[in-house]
């Protein structure tokens, strides 16, 4: 009997493996520095601003060929 109590472990369940995997992978992440975050930051702001800004003069030139199509 002695054996068969030691045999029986409780299982994990779902959620558990889930935050006990999850906290150990983030443990092997390398995290940026302050400076290396605040750079990447302003470069994706400009990036979207320059992509955002595209898109507006793309928009603004397909209705203006639109308008000159239809009237």
């Known amino acids: 009997m002695a054996e068969k109590a030691k ?8 959620i558990q493996r889930y935050f006990r995997e999850t906290s150990g992978e983030l443990r092997k992440v390398s995290w ?7 750079r990447l930051t302003v470069l994706v ?5 320059v992509i955002g800004l ?3 003069g793309v928009d603004y030139l397909a209705g203006r060929l639109m ?3 239809i009237l």
């Open 7 to 14: 045999k029986v472990k409780k299982q994990e369940n779902a």
């Open 32 to 38: 940026p520095t302050w400076p290396e975050a605040r």
């Open 54 to 56: 595209f898109l507006a």
């Open 67 to 69: 308008d000159l199509i």
């Open 45 to 49: 702001l400009v990036v979207m601003l």
